[in-house]
């Protein structure tokens, strides 16, 4: 019988597992990587073949995922043994492995005196480590990633080749005595030096940039204020909230308060940053009665905070080192990027533009080839819910229910990049890729695209892109020589909620509330209810226009926009918006029409809402505003 898997079968252990599986069902044959596929001879009998599927669909890897299983009939061929053959690649819809966090048993192994990759930084297994942060070009093998310059010692070898280990095939494979190295630029220390040296820089509240598997974070004590307060100051950023890496469950118990099904997601094989309520006098102590140590300046004026949890092992070495130091158990681990650029990715970036931020950088030689900031979930009813799919996620298609055929590139938006190749009915969304008004964010969409491409052997026929004229993904667009096709910024994001949900039932009433988005009439929308299909929408309605004066600052400052929303200039003045002489400036500008357009946005809505309630009269990042609303609002609920 000849067998095609399709789906995630590659990087994560598939063919060693046919084998296995083939060895107790008592099968003959061969399995091969084809690249869009895992392809099987099975001989047996009827009760071997039968075993070996259920097998097969039963107890495939954890971290494999099968879309479908064809079978055909063939001719045996006599075979007597099992065998694994080398990749052979076919065209076909590809699957490629998000990077995969570092694996219960590795991490024994990386504090496990006797194991011979005691500490070893980059310690991966057939069922984790990085994948398409180091992928070259499919099929998965090592020559087409970035270990492919690191040859093999004897010992990952022999592991390498037989498929009793747990390393069988697994490509990025290496040892303490093989593979990359850390080190410090500009120092002289290296791999166990380099890190005891930066968990010194580090324990003294000082602040290292770490390159870990999709780019450089920056890195400090989240229990230290005078740390989290320098890395603000010199991250330019006073209140935006920071992420926070935790040594293990039971820090993140003892300053968070973590339900039920949370604990799955932030110590399972993504490892995102999940949004979680911290831990306040009024929420008891925690289970084990420690009490929090998380500084305030982690997330001024919020009562969340992003966790996750370490999820390459060089992570695992700054929390735990037989160098018989104390280290806290909560780092901030932000993005190690300059406000609005894209994560830096190599030493260059990182010795240009962190080097001023940060009083040491721990780097290593194995190229990460595309960036995967980390993903972002937050938590509603009870279920996950997605914020930011990058790093762990990306690039798993979504695959949709209808039979569209043809191949698209869409560029995304210009806030928050993402895109997303789509070829017949799955859709390839990339990893996070920043604000696009930054030129170096271009940059990065410009090289994911084309890395992706190759990736994927795809070539978009069609591109797709935001009417807004002036936003450079919509540039990007018209630059690649391909037909483009102008989408509304609203109707957008309700097609993707449709796709999202494989919605296939007709059309829908979509309700987007939004920042900014260019509008068909030219001005800004922002809070629409859209009649939208596949094929089109009508604008149904929206919030009520009112004047957003001050052109750019009108988005960062609230008050602009409650002073438009408000008759009563006295009471404007009274109750703190402005002073009288700014007042009369907004009137004259709304009057005049100067740098003043027709809003309906609900996000500048909010902020003006937030400003007339006192809360906040102007943003220092996007949504502090109505954020500042949103935890009012919330406090008042309990
Ligand atoms: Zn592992
Ligand atoms: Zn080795």
Known sequence: MCIRVYGIVQGVGFRPFVARIAGKAGIAG????????????????????????????????ERSSILKIEKQRVEPEG????????????????????????????????FDKTNRRYLHPFINCTACGPRLTILDSMPYDRVRTSMGVFPMCPGCGYEYTHEETRRYHAQPVCCNDCGPHLYIPGRSERNAAALVY????????????????????????????????????????????????MRDMRTVRRECVVLDGQEPLLDGPQKPILLLERRTV?????????????????????????????????????????????????????????????????????????????????????????????????????????????????????????????????AGGELKNTFCIAHNNLYYLSPYIGDLADVRSVQALAAGVTRMETLLELKPSVVACDMHPEYNSTQFAHGLGLPVVEVQHHYAHIASCMAENDWQNGAVIGVSFDGTGYGTDGTIWGGEFLRASYDGFTRL?????????????SAKEGWRIAV??????????????CSAQSLGMIRTMIAHRINCVTSTSMGRLFDAVSAVLGYKRCSTFEGESSMALEFAAESELK
Not at 212 to 220: D, N, R
Not at 300 to 320: H, K
Not at 541 to 553: T, V, Y
Not at 564 to 577: F, K, P
Request: negative net charge.
């Open 198 to 245: 930066v968990r010194s820089v580090l324990r003294v509240g000082g602040i290292a940039a770490v390159k870990g598997i999709g780019g450089f974070h920056l890195c400090c004590d989240a229990a230290n204020p005078h740390a989290v307060a320098r890395l603000r100051a010199l991250k330019n950023r006073p209140f935006k909230p920071f992420a926070v890496m």
């Open 79 to 110: 075979e007597t043994s099992f065998s694994i053959i080398q990749s052979e690649k076919v065209r076909g819809d590809i699957f490629v492995s998000p990077d995969i966090a570092v694996c219960p048993k590795c991490k024994a192994e990386l």
């Open 541 to 553: 309605g929206s919030i009520m226009p009112f004047a957003q004066a001050g052109g750019d600052l």
């Open 282 to 410: 009024d929420s008891g102590s925690a289970p084990d009665g420690g009490r929090p140590l998380l500084c305030a300046e982690v997330a001024p004026g919020n009562p969340n905070v992003g966790v996750m949890l370490p999820y390459a092992p060089v992570q695992l070495l700054l929390f735990s080192y037989p160098d018989g130091e104390r280290m806290t158990d909560c780092f901030v681990m932000t993005s190690g990027n300059q406000s609005g650029a894209p994560i830096c990715r190599t030493d260059e970036d990182a010795l240009e533009y962190l080097s001023p931020m940060c009083d040491v950088i721990l780097s290593n030689d194995r190229v990460i080839r595309l960036r995967a900031d980390d993903s972002v979930m937050s938590w509603q009813n009870g279920k996950p819910y997605m914020i930011r799919r990058s790093r762990g996620y990306a690039p798993l298609p979504f695959m949709l229910s209808d039979t569209r055929k043809g191949c698209v590139l869409a």
């Open 30 to 61: 061969s399995v091969c990587n084809k690249g869009p596929y895992v392809e099987i001879y099975a001989e047996g009998t009827a009760a071997q073949t039968d075993d070996f599927l259920y097998r097969l669909s039963h107890e495939a890897p």
């Open 564 to 577: 438009s929303l408000l008759d009563d200039d006295d009471l404007a003045v009274q109750i703190g918006l």
